[in-house]
């Protein structure tokens, strides 16, 4: 049996479940090395804790990043599986929090709003250019009023409160909820996070908002987080957070009238 592991955050853990979804379709037993091993209830694996030795694939994209490869194909080449190896996830749903809040929604567009959070979970301060302008997400919340049902989600310590949104479930769900929640809704509006991943294997669509700062930032790790490295699938758009009205709210178009 082999050991496999990612990153820590539950964006690491979408990737790694992607990889041993293709290993165990080949026939590899796996043990995965994980924080959520909720990730995993649905494939033929052993969860053990997360750990950093003592593992034999390695499914992480960090040492790539100056590598002209997207994200995903890091993790890939890393772990040693086909770059073209599919992005996507098994899933059930575990309960009916997508019907409740399809029933809430009243027929519209249900919008998965991202919560404002430190970027990656850091307490450090490393990587904050990456959480963008949140006026601009004011914005594109303020234009869906009326045309979509808008349910914040995410966990941790919020940073910035938008107003407008129909249903906050920020902080309220468990991992299982929130990927039948991900499961059951149109698309999702964020930023550079566990969103995306998450938008990817579930297929959704995502209007991932980037922060201007961050690709202007001293760090050049930081710098080499770009929609270009980041985004896998062509359901995955991007828009600055400095752009102006007119292309922000085109972006929500696609987004809201193609859900």
Not at 10 to 39: C, E, N, S
């Amino acid at each position: 049996m082999k050991t496999i592991r990612g990153g820590m955050g539950i964006g690491d853990a979408i990737y790694v479940h992607a990889v041993a979804r293709f290993l165990v379709a080949q026939g590899v037993q796996l043990k995965v090395a994980t924080a959520w091993p909720d990730v995993y209830r649905f494939l033929p694996v052993e969860c053990v804790p997360f750990r950093r030795d003592r593992i034999d694939i390695l499914a992480h994209y960090s040492a790539r990043k100056p590598q002209p490869t997207r994200q995903w194909q890091d993790v890939c080449i890393t772990a040693r599986v086909p770059t073209d190896t599919e992005l996507a996830i098994e899933w059930r749903a575990t309960g009916d929090i997508g019907e409740q809040v399809r029933r809430q929604a009243g027929g519209l567009p249900v919008i998965a709003v991202q919560m404002p959070r430190a970027p990656m979970g850091r307490t450090d301060g490393f990587g904050r250019e990456l959480l963008p302008d949140c006026t601009a997400i004011q914005r594109l919340i303020d234009a869906a009023r009326g045309r979509a049902f808008l349910v914040q989600i995410g966990a941790g310590k919020q940073v910035h409160r938008f107003d407008g949104i129909d249903l906050d479930l920020a902080n309220r769900t468990t991992v299982p909820e929130l990927f039948d929640l991900a499961q059951a809704v149109d698309g999702f509006l964020g930023y550079v996070s566990f969103v995306v991943p998450l938008a990817e294997v579930m297929n959704k669509r995502a209007l991932l908002v980037w922060s201007a700062r961050g690709l202007k930032a001293p760090l050049s790790y930081v710098r080499q987080i770009t929609p270009q490295k980041v985004l896998e699938k062509s359901t995955s758009r991007w828009v600055m957070d400095n752009a102006d009205r007119a292309t922000l709210l085109g972006a929500l178009d696609e987004l809201v009238l193609r859900s």
